[in-house]
């Protein structure tokens, strides 16, 4: 009797107002004990969730979309919906890389449907969407080096890099930057200052956000870069010889015709980052360095032909100082560019590890190869005075 007391007066209604009669057939009546929990049109999403993983999800869903709420219609849940939706919008901004980078807190709230539950998320970020989106995500450390490489080589002022190394650190971000930065010298001329924040401390991925200064802006270190460039290949180009140890002592003549050491920078302590003595464009261009400058000039120039090279940071006379390590025909050998040039290029043209103990000088040997071949300044130099004089005698022929 009363069903049909309500058909027919949803029929009159119908007449009427066609939407009242839909209110009057639905056997669900939606009560809210929040108000302003119920569905709003600025809300974004409306998702379901029946456990906890899903609940999980769908907080973690309207995070990764940058999305300030939404909703999500629960189900036949089993548990403390205001605990667990307490727990899972912690864990998401917490324990997520996104929710770790992007979210600066979450307020929620919980009405109770007829036959569900609804509960509204609000989010407040404390990055931009453009900074999530401008992200790259680099698997392995060879994609990361790759990364950060493109990066510095650009000058960039800031990098957000998604990595699945699960250990990395602060300090490891900071030590791949230094690394790429003596081992491309021609193409990144200054070493950055860096200030690296990782999302979050623990778990199997991770956002990385780098921030790297210059004393310059990126327009002028892209200016330097290719002045760089012209200058080592300059050198490079004037060199001769008929084997790698050949070319490596023209090189290394080449370097010293063009830089001067500037002993007072180095008395004072003008050392590495953010200082062009150290630097090869310092070398190379303005024609002034210190042991660092010159170590990295002669990497740029060896780099330039192909030849294998690369810069030992260490210590001579217990004072920071830099040189090479250089591969000829299977072996290693330790070439100072800096001392060749103020004590003669003998003092310290392939020179082996005992040797270079015995002259005052110290390393991390773990970091190099072990240098310890058979040859010697004087096999090239004789080699070279030999073929200078044929010339001068053909000349005079």
Same mark, same amino acid.
């Given at each position: 009797?009363?069903?049909?007391?309500?058909?027919?007066?949803?029929?009159?209604?119908?007449?009427?107002?066609?939407?009242?009669?839909?209110?009057?057939?639905? *056997?669900?009546?939606?009560?809210?004990?929040?108000?302003?929990?119920?569905? #709003?049109?600025?809300?974004?999403?409306?998702?379901?969730?029946?456990?906890?993983?899903?609940?999980?999800?769908?907080?973690?869903?309207?995070?990764?979309?940058?999305?300030?709420?939404?909703?999500?219609? +629960?189900? #036949?849940?089993?548990?403390? +919906? @205001?605990?667990?939706?307490?727990?899972?919008?912690?864990?998401?901004?917490?324990? $997520?890389? $996104?929710?770790?980078?992007?979210?600066?807190?979450?307020?929620?709230?919980?009405?109770?449907?007829? #036959?569900?539950?609804?509960?509204?998320?609000?989010?407040?970020?404390?990055?931009?969407?453009?900074?999530?989106?401008?992200?790259?995500?680099?698997?392995?450390?060879?994609?990361?080096?790759?990364?950060?490489?493109? +990066?510095?080589?650009?000058?960039?002022?800031?990098?957000?890099?998604?990595?699945?190394?699960?250990?990395? $650190?602060?300090? @490891?971000?900071?030590?791949?930057?230094?690394?790429?930065?003596?081992?491309?010298?021609?193409?990144?001329?200054?070493?950055?200052?860096?200030?690296? =924040?990782?999302?979050?401390?623990?778990?199997?991925?991770?956002?990385?956000?780098?921030?790297?200064?210059?004393?310059?802006?990126?327009?002028?270190?892209?200016?330097?870069?290719?002045?760089? %460039?012209?200058?080592?290949?300059?050198?490079?180009?004037?060199?001769?010889?008929?084997? /790698?140890?050949?070319?490596?002592?023209?090189?290394?003549?080449?370097?010293?015709?063009?830089?001067?050491?500037?002993? @007072?920078?180095?008395?004072?302590?003008?050392?590495?980052?953010?200082?062009?003595?150290?630097?090869?464009?310092?070398?190379?261009?303005?024609?002034?360095?210190?042991? =660092?400058?010159?170590?990295?000039?002669?990497?740029?120039?060896?780099?330039?032909?192909?030849?294998?090279? *690369?810069?030992?940071?260490?210590?001579? /006379?217990?004072?920071?100082?830099?040189?090479?390590? %250089?591969? +000829?025909?299977?072996?290693?050998?330790?070439?100072?560019?800096?001392?060749? @040039?103020?004590?003669?290029?003998? $003092?310290?043209?392939?020179?082996?590890?005992?040797?270079?103990?015995?002259?005052?000088?110290?390393?991390?040997?773990?970091?190099?190869?072990?240098?310890?071949?058979?040859?010697?300044?004087?096999?090239?130099?004789?080699?070279?005075?030999?073929?200078?004089?044929?010339? *001068?005698?053909?000349?005079?022929?």
């Amino acid at each position: 009797m009363r069903r049909a007391a309500a058909l027919l007066l949803a029929s009159a209604m119908g007449a009427l107002c066609p939407g009242c009669a839909s209110i009057l057939e639905s *056997e669900e009546l939606i009560v809210s004990a929040h108000a302003g929990v119920a569905k #709003s049109e600025t809300l974004a999403r409306s998702v379901e969730a029946r456990n906890y993983d899903e609940l999980r999800d769908a907080v973690l869903d309207l995070v990764m979309a940058h999305e300030t709420a939404g909703v999500i219609s +629960i189900y #036949s849940y089993d548990g403390d +919906i @205001d605990a667990d939706l307490a727990r899972a919008c912690d864990e998401v901004s917490r324990d $997520t890389p $996104t929710g770790a980078y992007t979210v600066s807190d979450m307020i929620w709230s919980v009405a109770k449907i007829v #036959s569900y539950y609804e509960a509204e998320v609000n989010v407040n970020y404390k990055r931009t969407k453009q900074q999530l989106d401008g992200m790259v995500t680099a698997s392995s450390q060879r994609f990361l080096r790759s990364e950060l490489l493109e +990066i510095m080589s650009r000058y960039s002022e800031r990098a957000v890099i998604n990595t699945r190394l699960g250990d990395i $650190t602060g300090d @490891d971000i900071r030590g791949y930057i230094e690394e790429i930065y003596y081992d491309n010298p021609l193409e990144v001329v200054m070493l950055p200052v860096a200030d690296v =924040e990782v999302f979050p401390d623990h778990g199997s991925e991770r956002i990385v956000e780098i921030t790297l200064g210059q004393r310059n802006t990126p327009n002028i270190l892209l200016t330097y870069t290719a002045g760089l %460039v012209r200058a080592a290949r300059n050198i490079a180009e004037a060199v001769s010889g008929d084997s /790698d140890g050949a070319i490596l002592l023209a090189l290394l003549g080449g370097l010293i015709d063009s830089a001067e050491y500037d002993a @007072d920078a180095a008395r004072i302590g003008q050392y590495s980052t953010q200082n062009f003595n150290a630097t090869a464009y310092g070398a190379l261009v303005y024609g002034t360095a210190i042991g =660092e400058g010159y170590a990295m000039a002669y990497k740029a120039l060896c780099d330039e032909l192909g030849l294998e090279c *690369e810069v030992v940071l260490g210590e001579l /006379d217990y004072y920071a100082h830099a040189w090479n390590i %250089v591969h +000829i025909n299977g072996d290693y050998y330790h070439v100072d560019a800096s001392m060749s @040039d103020l004590s003669g290029i003998e $003092t310290a043209f392939l020179r082996n590890d005992a040797e270079m103990r015995g002259l005052g000088y110290t390393w991390n040997a773990e970091k190099h190869p072990v240098c310890g071949g058979p040859l010697s300044y004087a096999d090239f130099h004789t080699a070279a005075g030999e073929a200078d004089a044929e010339g *001068e005698r053909g000349d005079a022929a």
